[in-house]
């Protein structure tokens, strides 16, 4: 068009254009992307559940993992310990003269070459294999109780994180309610209907509420950090709001039986194996050992009468002579006999123990249960009812503040009550799972 007119643009005015219209482009790219960005970052994380937790506890656990990395390494050198000791091979030169002559001069001078194979004594390769298999099966067991000790402490610090967070909810609620009493009794004493001491007394409650937000918040904040050790950044996260539906237990005798099955024990149970194994292998002591070797060697020059020298074969067979050893071999021996009769023991330390933990959960989970009960079919009644009459009568000039004061107290302090019952039952049924092996 300018061209046509017979002008020429002016190039300032263009290149200033064509820099706004960049620079205007590139501010609203930039714009858009942070608006994008606060965006993603203003969505609430999900919250995290207590299966979501558990799963994460048990992924890659450090503990678990170096247990049965040691069960594994037990297991391979089990399968070393039943092979042969490796050949030897020896090579000399036998019977060589060093005052005169040479190799063919003398008639004993040789070359030899030879192998030699040793056999333990009796039947210590099967025994010693029999033995290190066991001592995997006792760290294979170990992990498994690794395994069931993290389920069980991931599911304790998260029912308690819970309850702080349900808590901290639970008073935050509350604390408008408390704030709105000491407004209208600030009001009243304003207009000469109340006396300083129901005014003194609100302001005094709902400082110590204040106070006990901020013991919540601490205690909030240290069980996220005990459920941190278990599934890391995760336990910044919000807490799901539901708890696990976990209202029956199978009978005691049940669970009874079921240690038996618990991996603590079946440990036990292979640390016995492992020294019955090793009381055998004391006793193959009192055997000897033996090596067979077989060699050639090599002759040089002539007989007397013209023939060349005959080369040489040796077999030979050593044994190991025991018996000059038998106080050693009797000291291994009862060494061996004390170690069994203290895994003997200690599997039934591990029994006793397990079963009074056992035994002791149980009661605690039943009186848990009977607690639950008479909180929600009397106490959380009777609270609420009770705070609502204080309030009416002292709305009507016929109560006491400090009777409203310490119903709505008493209430918050009954929710509180009855939402620990309802943690510490489900960390016991935790602990019950453990030790009865409850599934998942």
């Given at each position: 068009m300018y061209f046509q007119c017979g002008l020429e643009p002016d190039q300032n005015i263009s290149r200033r254009t064509f820099l706004r219209r960049?620079?205007?482009?590139?501010?609203?790219?930039?714009?858009?992307?942070?608006?994008?960005?606060?965006?993603?970052?203003?969505?609430?994380?999900?919250?995290?559940?207590?299966?979501?937790?558990?799963?994460?506890?048990?992924?890659?656990?450090?503990?678990?993992?170096?247990?049965?990395?040691?069960?594994?390494?037990?297991?391979?050198?089990?399968?070393?310990?039943?092979?042969?000791?490796?050949?030897?091979?020896?090579?000399?030169?036998?019977?060589?003269?060093?005052?005169?002559?040479?190799?063919?001069?003398?008639?004993?001078?040789?070359?030899?070459?030879?192998?030699?194979?040793?056999?333990?004594?009796?039947?210590?390769?099967?025994?010693?294999?029999?033995?290190?298999?066991?001592?995997?099966?006792e760290m294979a067991q170990n992990a498994a109780a690794r395994g069931r000790d993290v389920l069980m402490a991931a599911r304790v610090?998260?029912?308690?994180?819970?309850?702080?967070?349900?808590?901290?909810?639970?008073?935050?609620?509350?604390?408008?309610?408390?704030?709105?009493?000491?407004?209208?009794?600030?009001?009243?004493?304003?207009?000469?209907?109340?006396?300083?001491?129901?005014?003194?007394?609100?302001?005094?409650?709902?400082?110590?509420?204040?106070?006990?937000?901020?013991?919540?918040?601490?205690?909030?904040?240290?069980?996220?950090?005990?459920?941190?050790?278990?599934?890391?950044?995760?336990?910044?996260?919000?807490?799901?709001?539901?708890?696990?539906?976990?209202?029956?237990?199978?009978?005691?005798?049940?669970?009874?039986s079921n240690l038996q099955q618990h991996p603590v024990i079946k440990a036990a149970d292979a640390q016995i194996d492992a020294s019955v194994a090793g009381v055998d292998l004391a006793s193959q002591r009192s055997r000897p050992g033996w090596a067979v070797e077989a060699g050639y060697s090599y002759r040089d020059g002539f007989l007397p009468n013209g023939q060349p020298r005959s080369?040489?074969?040796?077999?030979?067979?050593?044994?190991?002579?025991?018996?000059?050893?038998?106080?050693?071999?009797?000291?291994t021996l009862s060494a061996a006999l004390h170690d069994r009769r203290a895994a003997q023991e200690s599997k039934r330390q591990d029994t006793r123990r397990l079963t009074s933990q056992l035994y002791a959960e149980y009661a605690r989970w039943q009186d848990l249960s009977r607690r639950m009960s008479l909180y929600e079919d009397q106490i959380l009644g009777q609270t609420e009812d009770q705070a609502r009459a204080a309030l009416v009568a002292y709305q009507s000039d016929s109560g006491d503040f400090a009777d409203v004061m310490r119903g709505y107290i008493d209430d918050l302090n009954a929710r509180l009550d009855h939402i620990r019952l309802q943690v510490e039952r489900a960390q016991s049924h935790a602990t019950l799972a453990n030790l009865g092996g409850l599934p998942r």
């Open positions: 960049s620079i205007s482009r590139n501010v609203a790219a930039l714009v858009a992307s942070v608006i994008f960005s606060a965006a993603v970052h203003a969505q609430p994380a999900n919250p995290l559940t207590l299966m979501e937790a558990e799963n994460l506890a048990l992924a890659n656990e450090p503990g678990q993992a170096a247990l049965v990395a040691r069960s594994t390494a037990l297991e391979e050198r089990a399968v070393v310990a039943g092979q042969l000791p490796d050949p030897t091979l020896r090579i000399g030169l036998n019977n060589f003269p060093i005052d005169s002559g040479g190799f063919r001069t003398e008639g004993m001078s040789n070359a030899m070459v030879g192998v030699r194979q040793a056999f333990p004594p009796g039947k210590t390769r099967s025994i010693s294999t029999r033995q290190l298999q066991s001592m995997s099966a610090s998260w029912l308690e994180l819970y309850f702080w967070d349900r808590a901290h909810a639970l008073v935050s609620e509350s604390r408008p309610f408390f704030g709105d009493l000491a407004t209208a009794t600030r009001s009243l004493y304003a207009v000469g209907r109340k006396n300083q001491q129901d005014l003194l007394r609100a302001e005094l409650e709902l400082s110590r509420l204040d106070d006990r937000l901020i013991e919540i918040e601490r205690r909030r904040a240290s069980a996220r950090a005990a459920l941190g050790e278990w599934v890391g950044n995760d336990a910044d996260r919000p807490i799901a709001a539901r708890l696990p539906e976990w209202n029956k237990v199978p009978a005691r005798a049940v669970l009874r080369d040489f074969i040796s077999v030979n067979v050593t044994v190991g002579l025991p018996f000059f050893r038998k106080k050693s071999i009797d000291s």
